[in-house]
């Protein structure tokens, strides 16, 4: 029997949107290799879920509700999955890429004695139900195809973000079974002695994965910050705002400020002087909107648009609002 | 207190570029350091020693050239060093080289282990709580704050929306985050007494292994196939209304997965 | 086999430059503030210890390593990069060359460790280049020699707590007979005056000692008394190789900027690097500075290894590595065009920086002197 499962990630008792993503994925692969989707719901007072986690495409949910999983822990956690896995053996286990997912997995894995592949951002399968894992290295250069041939269950951590979400279907049937852990607890010694909920640290922009960057062309950067957030970006700036004492310096792009690579880079009204293309030319992929279009960043964006910075920036928090 | 710092090798992979010709990685003249989080481990390592006391022991698993990164430890104020090596390791997946490195572990002895959270190269952090499993120890992995009172280890546990403050006694193993602290510069004096420091080498014969778990044949996980980024060529102008070019600017952004 | 020392040091010392040194370069220029703060760094790794053995608190590192670090600091800062150079060579360096076991007891821990920062009094108003024509005065005394004069144009003066000072203590046969001394400041009647306003290494401390009646206990005689011209002149050649390893480095740090910027600007749709006349004048630089580092480590090696050629050695390395720094940092500034004027760019502050390499510690005559006279002398 090739069964696909997925660990449902909750935080708070509010399923985290990886753990839909990854149903999602699954359901998929099991259409392609005749495989059932198991999903395991594991909290303190998670039963509720079961039934949006059945919607959302799995056949099996496998609950663990326990007052020992309030808050989560390496420990406990790894000891639920691990009996179900070793109860029922499935084919393939898949995590979200977050926090959680990249705690729990290799201590799973290694107690399991199986392959693990981390932080995916493709999966195929074939026929026989055998994963093919595909994900980036070397800091994004190269691109590793896995497979773990010999064991299982094969084991994944997902990228969040990257698998679609599941279109829900509220009169899909499936499955729940409460699960029972026999558990060691002298083994679960590691205390929670305090948990805080916090709102973004920072922001550094030479961190940041997408940048929303402003240059003389936008007068009010109001909206800048709206969209970086929407886009869960940073703000960054040209020198010209710097020096006009509309962004602060920490902010400034380029060779009297800092070169940041970003895996997308959204210059609006920046015309790419050579001191600012030197701090980002090597982002991953370059958008630049501008109104002149014989400025010079056209000459390095992967996709260019003239027309107003402001305006367009208008429209895209618009578009997102909406989504 | 004995603590054991794991840091790796690596490339450093800011400075690997694609060659647009031939789409391989250029890795040629791109410099080895140490890990960024393995170094903050040692930075976390000294400064317990310093607060606590403590002896540091720094090791790493890769080949002889591995040793730079050792002395570069040692140099920061590390006591001793070691390099786990031996052509029977080559090929290990995460799974085999946290057993090897777990056996290194248990023959050294150590109070608390250090690693960094993940390695730049392969981005897999999965070594540190593999090693833990198999010590047998609890583990705390994405620490942004480490402490040490008497025998209990107390972290500050970073997730994306929350942090939690966890306390485990030792033995225990702890990965750092790289913005933890500022991991110090090396310093004259250890640079030049690192001189007269050995390197202890640690092989197979060493440890107590299954040759079926190590290498390449204890390895569950196979490089099937590998590809460098295709590099994103299209480099297009369009003249469009703010609407038109708003959508656009979206279904580009998710087609990389970028929003 | 691999000389890790070595590497792990130039490693450390560029990681370190680019990090902290480079940053605050524009800054205390432009302030005219002392850098403090970097220098308190500096003392944390070391850096003030390279060259003092280790039982006496230092790295026991030799002066290759000392004059790396002057050099790759003044890469980025020229003031920088002279701190540590007067510290060590005009301050430890006489000390442990010429201190009983006591002095060098007492002194060289908080030298090595930087708790103390180094200077040296030679100059005076009537006594540069002549710097034989000594007024200020020790008188011995029953229990101590009585320090009076002033002295001009001190690095670190003020910032340093200690201080090597040559003074006049008699009559020799052939002129003054002069001493040295190891002075503390805090001690009654040491005062500090006139902080000079000047065009380069702006952030380093310059500034007059003034000595009224400072009693400096005789255990504080550095050397014999009557060889304070002797160590004042050995002290300098030693001291030449640090301002010969500054201006190195000031020259390196001019053509690393020159040559990032003439790959980014573009002037008639070509960058600046595509033009012939820009690659020659790159040539030149890079040769000039290449043959520069090659007389300043062989001085380095001839004071490491006490060679008889060492004030002919430091002589050269100081002459050329400074009239280098000079014409490559110009050209750099020419090179840059408009924004090389501006102080946007920081080649205008290495050129300003430049100059004074050609006239402390021995201005650039005198570098020829001692080497024609070392010549003409067989």
Known sequence: ?323 | MKIIVCIKQVPNTTEIKIDPVTNTLKRDGVPSIINPDDKTAIEAALRLKETNGATVTVISMGPPQAEKALREALAMGADEAFLITDRAFGGSDTLATSTIIAGAIEKLGADLVLCGRQAIDGDTAQVGPQIAEHLGIPQITYAADLSCEGNCIRVKRQFEDRYQILEADMPCLVTVLATMEKPRYMNVWDIVAQDEKEIGKITFADLTLDPARIGLNGSPTKVKSTATKQFDKTIETLELDPAEAAKTIVAALQKRHLL | MTDYKTILFEQMLKDFAENEVKPLAQEIDEEERFPAETVAKMAKLGLFGIIIPRQYGGAGAGYREYIFAVEEISKHCGTTGVVLSAHTSLCAAPILEFGTEEQKQKYLPDLATGRKLGGFGLTEPNAGTDAGNQQTTAVELEDCYLLNGSKIFITNGGEAATYVVIAVTGKGPKGPEMSAFIVEKGWEGFTFGKHEKKMGIRGSATCELIFENVRVPKENLLGKRGEGFKIAMKTLDGGRIGIAAQALGIAEGALDTTVAYVKSRKQFGRPLSAFQNTQFQLADMATKTAAARALVYIAADAKQNKLPTLSVNAAQAKLFASETAMEVTTKAVQLHGGYGYTREYPVERMMRDAKITEIYEGTSEVQRMVISGALLKK
């Open chain 1, 1 to 323: 029997m090739n069964r696909i499962w997925v660990f449902c990630e909750q935080r708070d008792n509010v399923l985290q949107p990886v753990a839909l993503e990854l149903m999602g994925a699954a359901r998929s692969l099991a259409a392609q290799s005749e495989g059932t989707v198991g999903a395991l719901l594991l909290g303190s007072g998670v039963s509720p879920l079961a039934q949006e986690l059945i919607a959302c495409g799995a056949d099996t949910v496998y609950v663990v509700d326990d007052e020992k999983l309030a808050h989560y822990t390496t420990e406990a956690y790894a000891q639920a999955i691990c009996q179900m896995v070793r109860e029922e053996n499935p084919a393939s286990l898949l995590f979200g890429a977050t926090s959680i997912g990249r705690d729990l997995a290799p201590r799973i894995s290694a107690r399991l004695r199986t392959g693990l592949t981390a932080d995916c951002t493709k999966l195929e399968i074939d026929e026989q139900g055998s994963l093919f894992m595909t994900r980036p290295a070397f800091g994004g250069n190269l691109f590793a195809t896995i497979i773990c041939p010999n064991s299982r269950p094969q084991m994944s951590t997902v990228r969040p973000g990257v698998m679609p979400k599941p279109v829900r279907d509220d009169s899909r049937q499936g499955e729940i079974v409460p699960v029972t852990v026999a558990w060691q607890t002298e083994k679960l010694c590691v205390r929670v002695v305090e948990e805080t909920k916090e709102s973004q640290s920072v922001e550094n922009i030479e961190e940041a994965k997408l940048l929303v960057s402003c240059g003389r062309g936008v007068k009010n950067t109001e909206p800048a910050f709206e969209l970086a957030k929407k886009m869960k970006g940073t703000v960054s700036s040209s020198r010209a705002l710097v020096d006009a004492g509309i962004m602060e310096q920490p902010r400034q792009v380029g060779q009297t400020g800092k070169t940041v690579r970003p895996q997308a880079y959204l210059a609006f009204g920046i015309s790419g002087a050579i001191q600012h293309l030197a701090g980002m030319e090597e982002s991953e992929y370059i958008v630049a909107i501008n109104t002149d279009k014989n400025a010079p960043i056209f000459k390095i964006a992967n996709l260019g648009i003239v027309a107003d910075a402001a305006a367009v920036m208008k429209e895209l928090n618009k578009l997102l609002e909406e989504a």
